[in-house]
C-alpha cells in the first residue's frame, strides 16, 4: 500500500492561494491520487483526482509530477470557509488509508 | 457526486446495549464499503472493509465480534457496536466505492456516545 506524507498543518490568509504538497515514494502504478476536505464531525467530500500532469476543476487544481512520487494540491484564492483537513490517498487498493492529513487554517 | 448516506447522524446509547448504524449509497451500487471510526483531532481509522455478499475483513486491533458488519446489498452496509463501552464512543463514518481506481464516497458520520 503506498504510503502518504502531508504537512501537518498549514496557515494561510482570505484571497492567497494554498498548495499542499503530498510524498507518495512508493506509490504503485495502478493508483490514481485522490484528495478529500474534512471539516469537524462530518464525513470526508471528495475533492479531486488525477493519475498524471494536470487535473483542474471548479475548486482545486492537482499537479502530478512524471515520476508520480509526489502531488501537490493548489487551492486558489482561498476563504474562511476552506479551513478543514485535506487528505491524500492513493486510490486502486484494496483499502482506503488516510494519512494523517494537513490542518489549513484560513485567516481573515 | 454520488450520495452515500449514513443513519443515524448521532446516537447515545447506555453500557452493555448494542447500537446499528446503516450505510447506504443511494445513487450507485458499491461493490466495496469501508467503515472507519475517528477520535477528536485525529486521522480516520480504517476498522473494516467489507464487499457484498462476502465477509468483511477487519484491520489488526479491531474486534469483529464486537464490531459486527454485514453487506447484505450491492448499497446497504451496516455496523453494529454490540456491548457498547464508553470507549466505544467516537465518530464512525462509512464510504462506498462502486470498484477500485473510483473515488469513494462517504456518509456524514455517526456520533455515537455511550453512556
Known amino acids: 500500500l503506498a504510503k502518504t506524507t502531508q504537512p501537518i498543518s498549514m496557515d494561510s490568509y482570505e484571497g492567497q492561494e494554498v498548495n499542499i504538497t503530498c510524498s507518495h515514494n512508493?506509490?504503485?502504478?495502478?493508483?490514481?491520487i485522490t484528495w478529500y476536505q474534512q471539516f469537524p464531525s462530518q464525513g470526508p467530500r471528495f475533492i479531486i483526482q488525477g493519475y498524471k500532469t494536470k487535473v483542474t476543476n471548479e475548486v482545486a487544481s492537482l499537479f502530478i509530477p512524471a515520476d508520480r512520487k509526489s502531488s501537490t494540491l493548489s487551492l486558489p484564492r482561498v476563504s474562511l470557509s476552506d479551513t478543514a483537513v485535506y487528505y491524500c490517498l492513493a486510490l486502486n487498493t484494496d483499502k482506503l488509508i488516510f494519512g494523517t492529513g494537513t490542518r489549513l487554517q484560513v485567516f481573515p | 457526486g454520488a450520495v452515500v448516506s449514513q443513519h443515524p447522524s448521532r446516537v447515545i446509547c447506555k453500557s452493555g446495549t448494542s447500537v446499528k448504524i446503516e450505510c447506504r449509497s443511494l445513487?450507485?451500487?458499491?461493490?466495496?464499503m469501508f467503515w472507519y471510526r475517528q477520535f477528536p483531532k485525529q486521522s480516520l481509522m480504517l476498522m473494516a472493509t467489507s464487499n457484498e455478499g462476502s465477509k468483511a475483513t477487519y484491520e489488526q486491533g479491531v474486534e469483529k465480534d464486537k464490531f459486527l458488519i454485514n453487506h447484505a446489498s450491492l448499497t446497504l452496509s451496516t455496523l453494529t457496536v454490540t456491548s457498547a463501552h464508553p470507549e466505544d464512543s467516537s465518530f464512525y463514518i462509512c464510504?462506498?466505492?462502486?470498484?477500485?481506481?473510483?473515488?469513494?464516497?462517504f456518509g456524514q458520520g455517526t456520533r455515537l456516545t455511550v453512556v
Open positions: 445513487d450507485f451500487q458499491a461493490t466495496t
Open positions: 512508493n506509490i504503485a502504478t495502478n493508483d490514481y
Open positions: 464510504s462506498a466505492r462502486r470498484s477500485l481506481n473510483t473515488e469513494a464516497f
